[in-house]
């Protein structure tokens, strides 16, 4: 076969594969893609969140010492709230993540304790997991963290939302979400600008509840678009 008709070949292959995503990308895009809105910082931006945090039963949360979750049937996480340290669980991999002072942290492969360079690698790739996955298990409750500002935004329906933005801490600094509230304010949903994704404004519910032992309550499940993002073996103690 000539060089020519198997280059064509291959840039058809190519083509084949690659335009209807990039279609599917393109109408998503136009589709879904806002501006971060422009909200109004002051009291009754306070007073939202703090009733989210009524409404979420934040003292049952702050006194739960103890969460342990699994986050897509991947990442299996034991966190030790009042100790500041996680567990995390991935493949072969475990690491007993110090969150104050990750030199502390210990990695294993198939139970066997790794060191130096392949154990920085593992201590980072935890430490994004669990910011990650942790954040769409307890995000409500962290609205008044250090570094967080909250605004007041005016939806389309008239109604209000609370947005929060994290100026600092977590792996991504500089995200913000736009959190939709019920009547009693508690969190439905949120939309996200948040530099790993692409496609800004990004709406994931926020519905599908249980109260652990301890009081808190933590969802099950979420959904992005046609995705689905399941959290499960939840468990809270105090």
């Not at 109408?27 to 879904?32: M, R, T």
């Not at 996680?86 to 007993?96: A, G, L, P, R």
């Not at 609205?143 to 935004?153: C, H, I, L, P, Y």
């Not at 496609?199 to 808190?216: F, N, Q, R, V």
């Amino acid at each position: 076969m000539k060089p020519k008709k198997i280059a064509k070949i291959i840039i058809g292959v190519i083509v084949f594969f690659t335009l209807p995503s990039l279609l599917f990308f393109g109408y998503v895009y136009l589709k879904y893609d806002e501006d971060l809105p422009i909200g109004t910082k002051g009291e009754q931006a306070e007073q939202m969140a703090t009733k989210m945090l009524s409404a979420l039963d934040y003292e049952a949360y702050k006194n739960t010492n103890y969460i342990e979750w699994t986050f897509k049937n991947r990442h299996h996480y034991q966190w030790k709230k009042n100790e500041e340290t996680c567990t995390v669980h991935w493949e072969d991999y475990k690491v007993d993540l110090n969150l104050k002072d990750a030199s502390k942290s210990k990695t294993y492969i198939h139970n066997f304790e790794v060191q130096g360079e392949q154990a920085a690698e593992l201590i980072t790739k935890a430490t994004d997991y669990f910011n990650n996955d942790s954040f769409w298990l307890v995000a409500p409750y962290k609205v008044f963290d250090s570094g967080t500002e909250r605004s007041v935004v005016t939806l389309e329906n008239g109604k209000l939302g609370l947005l929060v933005t994290y100026t600092s801490g977590g792996t991504t600094p500089g995200d913000s979400y736009l959190w939709i509230l019920d009547d009693k304010g508690k969190p439905t949903s949120f939309k996200m600008w948040v530099s790993i994704l692409p496609i800004k404004g990004l709406e994931a519910t926020w519905k599908d509840w249980t109260t652990t032992e301890s009081g808190a309550q933590l969802p099950t499940f979420h959904k992005l678009m046609i995705l689905g993002l399941q959290i499960t073996d939840i468990k809270g103690e105090n």
